[in-house]
């Protein structure tokens, strides 16, 4: 490893507050704050908002973590409408414009082009034709 290019990789312990959870790891992070494990050592702290002993994933239950008051947002609509459902009439949308005479006749003279059918057609420059599409096939008895 090239010298002084790292960063240090020093132990630091992961704490989630929400869940009075923590554990001491590896890692490279930065932080300035400090505190004083189980083995009497102190570590630099990085706090998580959620770990695997607050994810409702690997819980099993259903823990109300609100941010930025989404669930009190979502009550006080709620409130508005007293608990009953709200029946949404139907957006109505426009027909598309009608095209001009002009251009329904360009449209209609305007050749197409059709996709060439993979091993139809004219034989590639620089390929020789296929031997059993040249010769036709002898019949069988002659």
């Given at each position: 490893?090239?010298?002084g ?41 990085v ?71 993979k ?7 620089g ?16």
């Open positions: 490893m090239k010298a290019i790292h960063p240090e990789y020093r132990p630091v312990v992961f704490q989630d507050p929400s869940a009075n959870f923590a554990f001491l790891t590896r890692s490279t992070i930065q932080t300035e704050k400090t505190i004083k494990w189980e083995d009497g050592n102190e570590y630099p702290l706090t998580l908002e959620i770990s695997s002993a607050s994810h409702p994933f690997y819980t099993g239950t259903q823990k109300l973590i609100d941010t930025a008051g989404r669930v009190e947002r979502f009550e006080k609509r709620f409130a508005k409408t007293s608990g009953k459902t709200v029946e949404r009439k139907p957006k109505k949308t426009q027909a598309a414009p009608k095209m001009s005479a002009a251009v329904k006749k360009v449209l209609r003279n305007t050749p197409t082009v059709a996709a060439p059918v091993g139809k057609g004219a034989p590639k420059a390929r020789k034709p296929d031997a059993k599409a040249a010769k036709p096939e002898a019949k069988a008895g002659k």
